[in-house]
């Protein structure tokens, strides 16, 4: 019964940790909702989808046009639609894709650069996520756009967990920080770095010296095993004993 966002400076490792944590959630026995909200979405592959089983699933965005449909309701009106019909089991078939017990959905590809914002794209997620109501095996995750431009723009209202992934860099670091300073405003209290990328005990110990206020909740190695899974078309997950080890330690350390 969570909303869980993943976000965190661009290429840190958000969608390689989101995939990681969608199936530890699965194998609890949970129905979990993996959003990939980025505009450049790399989640389905990182779950295992194939590249064309990707391409096949219909953006949430264009749900607008059921919502319009449906409800006569236009843009920036998305949230007394979902007010009406707040159910993930309600989200039509089209839109997700499933991996056991995964469901996948995705905001919608990249714009091309003369195509405007993607403001109406954040309102949809907003509104998504502030009135979905979850039964109690349910759990949404989702991978967010780098940097903070969400934050400001609120998409993540309504989210209940937080988890910012750095690297042992100064540029993660500022990133997670400003992040954390905006989703404090939006009321989330809950929030947990993830380490990526490590190398050695000194990038664990650099990244708790850099940010002593955070709450730690792991760390994940740097691993060749993760451009292998990449190449190979298949989750980190399945291919790699030592992540999913981790991740479990991980997720239940923060009482998921
Ligand atoms: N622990 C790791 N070890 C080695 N390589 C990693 C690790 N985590 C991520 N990577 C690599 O770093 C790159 C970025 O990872 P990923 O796509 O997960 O980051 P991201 O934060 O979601 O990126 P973006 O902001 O572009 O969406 C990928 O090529 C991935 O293979």
Request: aromatic fraction near 6%.
């Amino acid at each position: 019964m969570k909303k869980i966002a993943v976000c965190g400076k661009g290429g840190v490792g958000k969608t390689t940790f989101t995939s990681l944590l969608c199936y530890a959630l699965a194998e609890q026995g949970r129905e979990v909702y993996a959003i990939d909200a980025d505009v450049n979405p790399t989640l389905a592959e990182a779950l295992g989808f194939s590249p064309e089983e990707a391409a096949e699933i219909t953006p949430i965005i264009e749900m607008k046009e059921l919502i319009e449909e449906r409800t006569g309701a236009k843009t920036g009106e998305y949230g007394s639609y979902f007010k009406t019909n707040p159910a993930v089991k309600d989200i039509p078939e089209r839109f997700s894709r499933k991996i056991g017990n995964i469901n996948f959905l995705m905001m919608g590809a990249m714009r091309g650069a003369d195509q405007g914002c993607a403001c109406a794209e954040n309102a949809m997620l907003k509104a998504l996520v502030t009135h979905l109501i979850l039964k109690e095996k349910e759990t949404v995750v989702m991978d967010m756009v780098a940097g903070t431009e969400h934050m400001g723009r609120g998409t993540a209202k309504g989210v209940d967990l937080l988890f910012l992934v750095v690297e042992p860099g100064m540029r993660s670091i500022k990133a997670a920080k400003e992040i954390r300073k905006m989703s404090r405003d939006l009321g989330i209290e809950s929030q947990y770095v993830i380490g990526n990328k490590i190398r050695s005990p000194a990038d664990e110990e650099y990244l708790r010296n850099q940010m002593p206020d955070f709450s730690f909740a792991g760390f994940l190695s740097k691993d060749d095993g993760v451009i292998s899974a990449e190449q190979q078309g298949r989750a980190l997950y399945e291919t790699s004993p030592e992540m999913r080890e981790t991740i479990k330690v991980i997720v239940s350390g923060v009482g998921l």
